[in-house]
């Protein structure tokens, strides 16, 4: 049999059929962490050391709890919740230390129960049933547990389980195997404690006669505390319940809001130190009086100031910038004003959520940022009930509290992914906090008091604005920000990157210099992406050596770093994008392809050979992309009189169109303008010029349709060399978001038809 692995416990004692509820601190609680780590099925053996000061394994008991790990969560500021329920109680053998902890085997004891532990069990029940009533703090909850039961043990540890004894007096009814000594133990425990009770009433008789009312609190508070540090409850309650109430004094909160944590802290105070709901309350109070109610920051209303900060952060994205200082100046000639809802929409790294947090900065605001890309639970944006065992309040509240503040700016990273199943639909509980209607009074299911949200300027993000649930894309202003240019690129470097891991690194722009091509060819090179965080990566590497040889070599002490410096540094070049072929070949044309690291060239083969008219497609293409191919095949056949086929090559031959450049994702019918050329090309026998480049949605009927990311499709062909740029008619309007240098480039022309283009190719 496998040893089980040992957890050591000094504070507390876990029973058979007894579940108690751990929360330890990642960083500090070593032995917590590793045997969670490390446990196999579940099971651990619970150990309450005979010595607490010194544990080896001479001060290991004979006996022992099997437990079982029933739940184990993660709870905010890096602790770690657990559920441990215990089995049984089982003698150990062999303990062995195990690096940081220890195994031990273990073998179940056999306890037979005869008449005389019969006469216990009833015995003992009705000394409970006398304890119950006298004890006021025991409540009868133990009562209803035992109906069905039979057997002394269980009742004894159900009973030792509920006694509020000091630890060390608890320890020996989990030792203690026969059920009648632990019986009689029990009896003289309950009997103890019921003398002190009947004391209690006795000074509280003549108390009341000779006292007044003032002093008669004072007395019996200091009394409370006396008795419960001799029946082992000397903890910090009181004090707690005190440093709480202060704090709810100061709170700014609605006086309903206020009552409601006054009566659960009423009910804390009344609570046994080891009653299961102490801690529950405990940690809900701490909610209610750590959240920042009606706890506003001024925004700076300096729109110039404002300005200068997203300038000073952010290269370029005017949209967003203009959309802040108008939101201010309206602000400014109104008096009450919602905030709105912003949802940046662009490719990773193009600067949203560092944006965002610029934004909070320049109004003066608390930021509190959550990502909810991949829940698919509401619970996790409207929290848990508190019935719920490991109950927390959802994300929002979480952010919330951490701000400090009630008009935070609150990112909403990841809108695009999440998902929906049976636990429900957490766009439609998002969609309660960001409609201005609701969420004045947003309602937390933890929490259960209305908390408003209506100050808090929400921003979200996103990298596809189509997968947005739609219902929520209805209440945001989408601002797009597209992917930079290598030219934009260069200038956020020299502008924003550079100066900012100069900072970081401890250099000056004295020491370390660095020159345009060299930061083009880390763009080029290093980089694919559309925005610039793997560029400002590389950036903060090559500084982290240069640091590196300055203090290894003192010689050296300015570094002026070009494109030789670049490769030393960085190692050999990673990436290259698709070249252009350097000869015109039939059947091959440049396409154009959108993807999340920006454009590119997408070459589009086809073939032919004898056969019996199949079409193969090669390439791993999509379901749009395969239905585009048959399209344009279909035009071509139907058209083939006007673009001079002969029908016997669709019969007698096979076709096959092949898409290359693995890393490309390849779906979407822009490609269908394209395919066709390719098809003609290769059936007419006739080159397509290589420094052409087209991109268009092609119908049966030959109309060429619009298409998306034209901006990055064009700067990926300016960056293969095209000098020709077929683009649907539809897209005219797009060219304007060009940069000139560009635009100037590159000859663009618009079509509606494809027979325009053949015309342009074939004819031209
Ligand atoms: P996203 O949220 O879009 O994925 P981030 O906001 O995390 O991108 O940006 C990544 C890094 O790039 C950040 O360090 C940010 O400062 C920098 N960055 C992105 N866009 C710009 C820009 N326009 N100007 C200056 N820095 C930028």
Not at 453 to 475: G, K
Request: with cysteine.
């Amino acid at each position: 049999m496998n040893k089980l692995l040992v957890l050591i416990i000094n504070d507390m004692v876990i029973f058979p059929n007894n579940e108690v509820r751990i929360e330890y601190d990642n960083n500090y609680d070593k032995q917590m962490v590793d045997i969670v780590d490390h446990i196999e099925d579940n099971l651990m053996l619970i150990v309450n050391p005979i010595d607490n000061s010194d544990i080896r394994l001479t001060s290991f008991p004979k006996y022992g709890i099997l437990g079982r790990l029933k739940l184990k969560m993660n709870v905010p500021n890096g602790k770690t919740r657990i559920v441990i329920e215990g089995l049984d109680r089982v003698s150990l053998s062999s303990i062995v230390e195990d690096g940081y902890y220890f195994r031990a085997n273990y073998s179940e004891i056999d306890i037979l129960e005869d008449d005389e532990c019969k006469n216990y069990f009833h015995i003992l029940v009705k000394e409970l049933e006398h304890y119950v009533t006298k004890i006021p703090t025991m409540g009868n909850a133990i009562m209803s547990q035992l109906s069905g039961m039979d057997s002394l043990s269980e009742l004894c540890d159900l009973i030792a389980s509920f006694l509020p004894l000091k630890y060390e007096d608890k320890k020996k009814y989990v030792t203690t195997i026969q059920p009648i000594e632990r019986a009689k133990y029990l009896l003289e425990d309950m009997n103890r404690e019921l003398k002190f009770a009947e004391l209690e009433q006795k000074i509280e008789r003549e108390v009341e006669k000779e006292l007044d009312k003032t002093q008669k609190e004072y007395f019996l508070r200091e009394k409370i505390k006396l008795m419960q540090k001799e029946i082992g409850d000397d903890n910090n309650k009181d004090t707690d319940v005190e440093r709480l109430n202060k704090k709810i004094s100061k709170l700014k909160c609605s006086s309903k809001v206020k009552e409601k944590i006054k009566r659960e802290l009423d009910r804390y105070d009344s609570l046994n130190s080891n009653s299961p709901e102490l801690g529950m309350i405990r940690e809900y109070l701490d909610w209610m009086v750590n959240l920042p109610w009606n706890h506003y920051t001024k925004d700076t209303d300096d729109l110039v100031k404002v300005k200068n900060i997203l300038d000073s952060s952010h290269y370029a994205l005017g949209e967003v910038k203009d959309r802040i200082l108008e939101y201010l100046a309206v602000k400014q000639n109104t008096n009450n004003l919602r905030s709105p809802i912003l949802c940046l929409v662009g490719p990773p790294g193009v600067g949203k959520t560092s944006l965002a947090l610029s934004i909070a900065k320049s109004l003066n605001r608390q930021a509190a940022k959550i990502s909810v890309g991949g829940i698919n639970d509401e619970a996790e944006i409207v929290g848990h009930r508190r019935t719920y065992i490991g109950a927390n309040p959802g994300r929002i509240i979480q952010g919330i509290r951490k701000a400090g503040t009630a008009n935070p700016v609150f990112i909403i990273d990841e809108i695009d992914k999440m998902t929906k199943d049976i636990k429900g639909d957490p766009a439609s509980s998002l969609l309660e906090v960001l409609d201005p209607e609701q969420n004045s009074k947003f309602s937390d299911h933890y929490i259960e008091e209305d908390f408003d949200l209506s100050n808090v300027m929400f921003i979200a993000t996103a990298n596809y604005v189509e997968q947005i649930p739609y219902e929520l894309r209805d209440r945001l202003e989408i601002i797009t920000i597209s992917s930079y240019t290598e030219y934009e690129k260069l200038d956020i470097a020299k502008r924003h990157l550079i100066p900012k891991q100069l900072d970081e690194h401890g250099l000056t722009s004295l020491q370390v210099q660095i020159d345009d091509d060299a930061i083009m060819s880390i763009i080029q090179n290093y980089t694919k992406e559309a925005g610039v965080r793997e560029l400002e990566r590389n950036i903060a590497t090559l500084f982290r050596k240069i640091v590196k040889n300055i203090l290894l070599n003192k010689d050296v002490l300015f570094y002026k770093i070009d494109t030789a410096l670049v490769e030393e540094l960085l190692g050999k070049k990673k990436y290259f994008y698709t070249e252009n072929d350097t000869v015109n070949e039939i059947g091959v044309v440049n396409g154009m392809a959108y993807t999340v690291f920006g454009g590119d060239i997408l070459p589009i083969e086809a073939t032919l050979f004898k056969g019996k008219g199949n079409l193969i497609l090669t390439g791993s293409l999509g379901e749009v992309m395969q239905e585009s191919c048959h399209i344009a095949l279909d035009y071509v056949k139907a058209n083939m009189d006007t673009f001079g086929i002969d029908a016997s090559l669709f019969e007698e031959n096979d076709i096959h169109i092949h898409v290359p450049e693995g890393a490309v994702n390849k779906d979407g019918p822009s490609a269908g303008g394209t395919i066709t050329t390719a098809l003609i090309s290769l059936l007419k026998k006739q080159f397509v010029d290589k420094n052409i480049a087209m991109t268009g949605e092609i119908t049966l009927r030959g109309r060429i349709l619009a298409i998306g990311g034209l901006k990055e499709k064009v700067i990926g062909a300016h960056r293969a060399n095209i000098k020709k740029v077929i683009i649907p008619f539809e897209n005219e309007k797009d060219l304007d978001e060009i940069p000139v240098e560009i635009r100037n480039d590159i000859e663009f022309i618009t079509v509606r038809n494809y027979s325009e283009i053949y015309h342009i190719i074939f004819e031209g």
